[in-house]
């Protein structure tokens, strides 16, 4: 059976692969479906960089782009330690939109140092990257995954991370983790949290009202890793 203490996070020097995010993406898709919406679902092998890339190329960009996987945050400090160490520039970069990032299929590759083949994305989607798409047509992305909302602080420019890149390439809200996520209880969070907000509620309040019912719902044993680590930034 899915492993319900399962993070959405780097392990043991690999990207597992996760028993919930499917699910989720499925119940999600089925809940947009009713209300009459028009989704792409992309998961396994198919949830490509090159996919993901081709948002906002020909037309507008997708009104919700979902994404269920895993992702990294490496702060300065920790660069600045592994630069002769890390196997792949990710870990030691200088730029922080390079140090943070989405994992899609077949990544692992590219991460291990190994090479990729001509004309092949490496699967790892930076935050640099997304900030030269044009999302300015999506109303809500949604991160689901580890550490989505961490970034460098930088004194006079604030934080340098993906919520930086996808509100740069355009997005209007951006639901994002700032700890790692635990898988199940981030597909319940996220389920919970599409069910309101299509029911009717605006994006704040779903969230909100989410955050809430998780809350109640953990009490006791006071938990708040699941449910107090999403943040949504408009």
């Known amino acids: 059976s899915p492993d319900s203490t399962a993070l959405r996070a780097y392990k043991d020097g690999n990207w597992d692969q996760l028993s919930w995010t499917a699910n989720e993406v499925v119940n999600i898709e089925q809940r947009l479906l009713r209300n009459k919406y028009t989704t792409t679902l992309l998961t396994g092998a198919n949830a490509t960089e090159e996919a993901f890339k081709q948002m906002g190329k020909e037309g507008a960009s997708p009104r919700i ?27 030691s970069a200088s730029q922080p939109l390079v140090r943070s990032g989405l994992i899609l299929a077949g990544a692992n590759h590219a991460w291990r140092g ?3 083949p001509a004309g092949q994305e490496d699967g790892i989607l930076t935050a ?17 995954a580890c550490e989505t909302g961490l970034g460098d602080i930088d004194g006079s420019e604030g934080v340098f991370g993906l919520q930086r890149a996808f509100k740069m390439a355009g997005a209007k809200y951006v639901l994002m ?7 199940q209880k981030t597909y319940e969070f996220m389920t919970t949290f599409y069910n309101l907000w299509q029911s009717g509620k605006t994006i704040p309040e779903a969230y909100q009202e989410t955050q809430s019912k998780m809350r109640t719902k953990y009490a006791l044993p006071f938990a708040p890793r699941n449910w107090a680590g999403f943040v949504l930034l408009h």
């Open 128 to 144: 640099y990257e997304i900030a030269e798409m044009d999302l300015s047509n999506t109303e809500l992305v949604v991160l689901s």
């Open 177 to 183: 983790s700032l700890w790692n996520v635990k898988d």
């Open 65 to 91: 782009p979902h994404l269920a996987t895993h992702g990294y945050f490496f702060p300065k400090a920790d660069a600045l330690k592994k630069k002769d160490a890390a196997k792949t520039g990710f870990e």
């Open 114 to 116: 190994e090479s990729i």
